[in-house]
């Protein structure tokens, strides 16, 4: 992603794909998307890693307990 802090964003994008895959299973990823920016899926853990590393104090947890209540 480009723009103001870019590795966040990318994080959160993760992070709410996560969300939506955790209560729709079914969604299809966007695969042309990935193949074009080479991307890879990161795992959930992955994902808590890089929230924990530029997002907000807290976010993890408040990610986490979003992911449990789906």
């Known amino acids: 992603m480009s723009g103001h802090e870019p590795e966040l964003r990318t994080a959160r994008a993760w992070a709410c794909w996560e969300l939506a895959k955790t209560v729709n299973p079914e969604w299809p990823s966007d695969q042309e998307q990935i193949e074009q ?15 924990a590393a530029h997002g907000l104090q ?13």
């Open 37 to 51: 920016e080479s991307l890879v899926e990161p795992t959930r853990e992955e994902v808590a890693k890089n929230l």
């Open 58 to 70: 807290g976010e993890v947890g408040e990610w986490m307990k979003a992911l449990n209540e789906a």
